[in-house]
Structure formats: C-alpha cells, structure tokens
C-alpha cells in the first residue's frame, strides 16, 4: 500500500510539472537558427541546385512529350520562347505542323533567375545557339516527337542562370539538354569547371 501510494505522488509531481517552452526559449532558438543561416548561406551551391532544377524539369517536359506522342499516336511539337523563358507543348493532332483551334496547347515557364543560353560555357557539338533545333512552329525553334518516339532533327539547347548571363566567371550554372533524332532520347549535361569540360547528368 504505501509502494503504490508513493508511485502515485510521484506521478502527480510528474503531471505537474512544467510542459513545452516558454516563449523566450522560442525566440532564443529561433535567433540561433537565424545565425546559422547566416553563416551556412552563402557557402550553399544554390546556383548548381537550382540550375539541376530547372534543367531536370524542362528534361522531363521533352520525355512526357515523347511519351504522349507513342500513347496518343499523333505528333506532339515542343517549341521555345527564348525571349520569355516560356516552353511550350502542342498536340499536333492532324500533323499540319500549325496550332489549329482545340488542339491542346500548353505552356511551361522557367525557374526565376533561369534562362536560355550558355552564360560562358563553351558550346557542345548540338551548336552555339540557345535552342539548337532549327524547326519553327509559330516563330519558336520547336523539335516534333512522331508516334514511333523518334524526332525529326537532333538537336537540343542550353540553360543558365541570367547572372552567367550578365557577369563572366559563372561557367558553371551551365547545362545543356540534348534529344536524339532516332530514339528521342534526352539526356542533360553541366559544364564542370573542375575538368573543363562537360559533363554527363544522365
């Protein structure tokens, strides 16, 4: 009896006691976290992140083009506004090469701070161009996914950020896409300033 009696005072005591933090504990944690940030920031690769980003994400616009040309069964026309940073996809559903009316269309912009060109870096063999594709769909260097997944030229472009754009000795914000002709492969490269050179992402 006075075992269990004792455990039950201690419970009470446990019951209560002080629970969570007061609010001067909060803003001491939080000044804390504030100073680590500003310490860690500026040794972050952020520019490398965001460019892998970017170029991943318009990598998988040109893959979900291709797929949808094979399951659909019609052409489906991938074109770039270099002035806006703007890509676009069009479901070419009677092949005319044009955007008639209630074919879909969709567009796709990049990244803030993102923008097409090399920034630096020096060209890959696709060309010098941003967008290295020399078709054209409603004025904008477009590449056409057929239903068998192959394209109708080789070709790709270059991504950077808009301060390699604008400063030298930003080489490496550099990435390049590049799409087969006969598979529709896509592949993405960035330029590595360790060996000069460019380097395969996958």
Not at 60 to 70: D, T, Y
Not at 147 to 160: A, F, I, P
């Amino acid at each position: 009896m006075r075992r269990r009696a004792a455990g039950e005072r201690g419970t009470a005591r446990l019951k209560g006691g002080r629970v969570g933090f007061t609010f001067i504990e909060v803003i001491v944690v939080l000044a804390v976290i504030g100073i680590l940030a500003t310490l860690v920031l500026p040794y972050l690769p952020l520019a490398r992140y965001r460019m892998d980003g970017a170029v991943r994400g318009v990598a998988l616009v040109l893959v979900s083009a291709q797929r949808q040309a094979v399951k659909r069964q019609r052409d489906v026309v991938v074109s770039f506004d270099t002035a806006t940073g703007t890509v676009y996809v069009h479901e070419d559903s009677n092949g005319n090469g044009q955007v008639d009316t209630g074919e879909p269309l969709r567009a796709f912009t990049l990244d803030d701070g993102v923008t097409f060109g090399r920034g630096g870096a020096p060209a890959r063999p696709m060309g010098t161009a941003s967008v290295t594709f020399t078709g054209r769909e409603s004025g904008r260097p477009e590449v056409t996914f057929y239903r068998n997944g192959s394209t109708d030229e080789q070709g790709g472009l270059y991504l950077t950020t808009k301060q390699a754009m604008a400063n030298p000795g930003h080489e490496n914000h550099a990435r390049a896409i590049e799409v087969e002709r006969a598979t529709g492969r896509v592949s993405w490269y960035y330029f590595n300033t360790t060996v000069d050179s460019w380097s395969r992402g996958f």
